[in-house]
Nanobody, 127 residues
Framework: DVQLVESGGGLVQAGGSLRLACATS????????IAWFRQTPGKEREGIAC????????FYTDSAKGRFTIYRDDYKKTVYLEMKNLRPEDTAVYYC????????????????????WGQGTQVTVFS
């Protein structure tokens, strides 16, 4: 079974940093697009960053550019989201997601729903 387990969320002051981790199992890691999304109550889920190849090709939405970095550890089968200069508006539940259609543009840009999801990890940024 595909499993995605997020960790690393927490409470951080504005301007601080966090690193989220998504430990994966149950699928061939190299073939899947793996992305981070976030959601706050009353808002639609938002794609943040995606890694979609073993060459570490990535895609970032405007919310993430310049402050967030996604990268993968192929040996550990884990994807990380490094977040810097956090702002209160970054407060959300962050989800890791995986999909085998890594070649498909809507998946790479997180415009299409993903097949597999983790349980989420809460990130709270206070000012």
């Amino acid at each position: 079974d595909v499993q995605l387990v997020e960790s690393g969320g927490g409470l951080v002051q504005a301007g601080g940093s966090l690193r989220l981790a998504c430990a994966t199992s149950g699928f061939y890691f190299d073939d899947y697009a793996i992305a981070w999304f976030r959601q706050t109550p009353g808002k639609e889920r938002e794609g943040i960053a995606c890694t979609y190849s073993r060459d570490d090709d990535t895609f970032y939405t405007d919310s993430a550019k310049g402050r967030f970095t996604i990268y993968r550890d192929d040996y550990k089968k884990t994807v990380y989201l490094e977040m810097k200069n956090l702002r209160p508006e970054d407060t959300a539940v962050y989800y890791c997601a995986a999909d085998p259609r890594s070649h498909w543009y809507p998946i790479r840009t997180m415009k299409s729903p993903y097949d597999y999801w983790g349980q989420g990890t809460q990130v709270t940024v206070f000012s």
